[in-house]
């Protein structure tokens, strides 16, 4: 089946990388990507930037040129940054803007209704969201008026998922990601969301699943395919990625 990876990471040591909380990432280049996923049947994706990027463009820039016009990137910026800078990344595929909450390297999250709303009306770019839902608190009210929002690896926490699915009764989305990271019943919680919106759900392999406890493995996706209906299981690998990123699915070869 074909796949829209909604969430990985390409570390390559070609462009700056920081150190965050004493940790700095393991390479994991373009090439290495495609390499394992050769045969996961994948014909687009989301680059997410990590905190160890923090507002670096140069990697993501050449990642993307290199993927091709089915992947989009997920960029962190400055509270201060132009607009003729945002629309430049919006012409190279950047489709949203990230706030990272759990490791930092990104904008301060009080500024976050501020510029994401700002992205949103010059460029059309969604916000996503790594944050444990359980320390979502005040922000929920905000994050439930912004115009477009994704929350990374299903809230990560159990003691979020009803959080989480209130934010998706408002129109959230969510992104099946991580699963080696979270603190929760995956399947359980993913059905939860399913329920309450079919199209909120958008699983992504989270290469090279930096920090997690346990990495990807290819099992994740056998999991999903066994556990959902075979359209859904098609919304969540396929084509809730593609409409979420504005990438048609009538225009990928698979």
Wanted: hydrophobic residues 40%; charged residues 25%.
């Amino acid at each position: 089946m074909t796949i829209f990876d909604a969430h990985f990471h390409i570390i390559d040591d070609a462009y700056p990388i920081y150190e965050n909380n004493g940790y700095i990432p393991p390479i994991f280049t373009v090439d290495d990507y495609l390499k394992a996923t050769k045969d996961f049947h994948i014909k687009g994706g989301a680059i997410v930037s990590g905190s160890f990027q923090k507002f670096y463009q140069g990697y993501l820039e050449h990642a993307l040129k290199k993927l091709g016009p089915n992947f989009v990137g997920v960029t962190q910026l400055p509270f201060d940054t132009k607009n003729e800078e945002i629309l430049r990344l919006d012409k190279i595929g950047v489709r949203a803007l990230r706030f990272n909450v759990k490791r930092g390297g990104s904008e301060e999250i009080s500024r976050l209704e501020t510029l994401a709303k700002r992205v949103f009306e010059l460029a059309g770019w969604h916000t996503e969201l790594y944050i444990d839902a359980k320390e979502i608190g005040e922000l929920e009210q905000v994050i439930a008026k912004l115009p477009k929002v994704s929350i990374d690896h299903l809230g990560l926490s159990q003691e979020g998922v009803p959080t989480l699915l209130r934010l998706v009764e408002k129109g959230i989305k969510v992104k099946a990601t991580g699963f080696g990271r979270v603190h929760l019943e995956v399947i359980d919680t993913m059905k939860k969301i399913i329920d309450i919106n079919s199209e909120a759900l958008m699983f992504g392999t989270d290469l090279p699943s930096t920090r997690a406890k346990r990495p990807f493995h290819a099992n994740d996706i056998e999991l999903v395919k066994q556990s959902f209906e075979q359209d859904i299981v098609e919304k969540i690998l396929y084509k809730n990625g593609c409409a979420w990123y504005g990438i048609g699915t009538e225009n990928v070869v698979r």
